[in-house]
């Protein structure tokens, strides 16, 4: 029963990560009907940026913990949310209306750019994260002992999530983003300015994921160059597993896919933990292509 | 006539790659010639690294370019045939050439179960499925599948290819027999892309239901295409395992995977010519600047951007095949909304009708 609480909770504040970097997959599809394989990239990108804000500038030496990080995260999602917006302009931009492989094709080619220049800037070796900023404290919930760390990361996922969701549902820009997702052409005589919700898209997605980028870092402690891309394709499988275009379906998927992951990791093997959360996406492909609460993508032949 | 209209019209004729085929059969006289003048990199094992991605790419052209399925888990295949040739040589002792049928029969049967279930997926799901398929290969390689893989460190001591007696064991012998299987894939897919099998992929990649409806059986034509595709792969991956002779699953990973789909789409999807160009410069561009790893790939990522941006049909695009009018863009270009009259705007209903965001 312990155990089992604590893969629990490990399991949720992975998918909160998995479901926060899914809803700008989730997002960008959509309303473009690409997979942004960039994006991966840009969570790596968030959770070096985070580091180099915390440590070239000693935050957390002069300023309470709780409000450091806070900062922290503002100022990666901010910039991560400028590269992403950078992103559509020089490499997505120029593309719409020509055929999707080129699209796919240049989002491959961003992703790799990204990789390398990270590698190039921050080296090759794994760097981590100052330990000590998320809280030591645990609770106790059914006689287990849970580190409070894991709460927080998932309470804090599920908080930016609410406020997206609120965001969509209830201002008008979001119903500008819904409408766009719906019908572009029909949005754009509508006096919808298409170009300017697909920058917004661009500016949000990105943003989500710089965010979990430095909650990895704050979590796991551990980042490297090239971690975009096992999460990013996992995110993704959130994203399918929920129904793509779907944003509560990314959330409940990336929640899903991190319980999945870590509750067979526990009790199946730990060696073939990645291939759980791709033999998922297979099924889910096969059986249910519609995803949990989305729309259908196979076709009949 | 201009060199322009010269090369236009023969960039795809037969001649032409028998003129290649000629060149490359000189060419390690060549190199011997020049290497007593003085020169002496190891160009014959680049040039063998060439040839065997180019059979690889070629293989691979077969299902993304010439029947339009977003394929991005080559390596897999790759891996099956020369994991197939590595244990049935180093375990059973079988020469390595009399693993090169049982590797494409098994990458082929591997292509078969994997393509099955998937064949129907849209475009870019297909995609993901085929980059998570690479990966779970790879992880089983990695964790010691059926305790035959030899685990992380993979399998080493795989003895040369003997044919009637004679024993590859210099690059020079092992760059004739790649290359040797580089011409006949040359030939074997130029022949099936002319032949009624070919030209019903080329309609099915143009348009799916026109190509139902005048009688072809797409998914079966699909998982052929699939099959065969993946067929070469895996003898691909024998000739790799005999050049190479130490495999390990770092080799096929993700990465991989996207150079081989880089390699189609910049020479040019559906053209054989073009993905021979693309095997030089992508796998020839990366051994040369070898000393620049990461600025490398650096300009390699910005280059795909660029391409797709600035000529998107490839290098050396296909010629003869269809206008791929009926592939459903991204969003329209504003400019494209204006002309709606000719009505070649995307129509959201094609994809299956969205209802993405509902409350």
Known sequence: ?301 | MSIRKLWDRHSHSPALFIVFFVFMALLPTLLDLGKAAGGGIAWLDMLNKIGISAALALSLNLILGQTGLFHMGHTAFFAVGAYATAILNTLYGWPVFHTLPVAGLLAALAGLAVALPIIRLRGDYLLIVTVGIVEIVRIALTNNIFDLTGGANGIYGISRPVIFGMVFNTPKLQYYLIWAFTAFSVFFFYRLEHSRFGRALCFIKADEIAAAGCGINVALCKLTAFTLGACFAGMAGTLYAANIRTIEPSSFNFYESVILFAIVILGGAGSIAGVLLGSFLLIGLQDLFRDFQSARMLFFGSAMVAMMIFRPQGLIPRQGGPKLACEIPLLPAPEQLEDASKGDVSDGKKDGGRDAFPA
């Open chain 1, 1 to 301: 029963m312990e155990e089992l609480l604590h893969q629990l909770s490990n399991g949720l504040a992975l998918g909160g990560i998995y479901a926060l970097i899914a809803l700008g997959y989730t997002m960008v599809y959509g309303i473009l009907r690409l997979i942004n394989f960039a994006h991966g990239d840009l969570f790596t990108l968030g959770a070096y940026l985070g580091l180099t804000l915390l440590t070239s500038f000693g935050l957390a030496g002069h300023i309470q913990a709780g409000f450091a990080t806070a900062l922290v995260l503002i100022f990666s999602m901010g910039l991560v949310a400028l590269v992403g917006l950078a992103l559509e302009r020089v490499a997505y931009r120029p593309l719409r209306g020509s055929d999707r492989l080129c699209a796919v094709v240049s989002a491959l080619g961003a992703s790799i750019f990204f990789q390398n220049a990270m590698m190039l800037f921050y080296g090759a070796r794994s760097l981590v994260y100052p330990p000590g900023i998320l809280p030591d404290a645990s609770i106790h919930i059914f006689g287990a002992e849970l580190p409070l760390a894991r709460f927080l990361m998932f309470a804090f996922s599920v908080l930016l999530m609410c406020l997206l969701y609120w965001f969509i549902h209830k201002t008008r820009l979001g119903a500008a983003i819904r409408a766009v997702a719906i019908d572009p052409n029909t949005a754009r005589l509508m006096g919808i300015n298409v170009d300017s919700v697909i920058s917004l898209i661009f500016f949000i997605g990105p943003a989500l994921g710089g965010a979990a980028g430095v909650m990895v870092g704050l979590y796991y402690g551990q980042i490297t160059y090239d971690m975009g891309f096992g999460f990013g394709l996992k995110a993704f499988t959130a994203a399918i597993l929920g129904g793509i275009g779907n944003i509560p379906g990314a959330m409940l998927g990336g929640i899903l896919l991190g319980l999945i992951e870590t509750i067979s990791s526990a009790y199946l093997s730990i060696a073939w933990k990645d291939a759980v959360a791709f033999a998922v996406l297979i099924l889910i492909l096969v059986f249910r292509p519609t995803g949990l609460l989305g729309e259908r993508v196979a076709d009949k032949i």
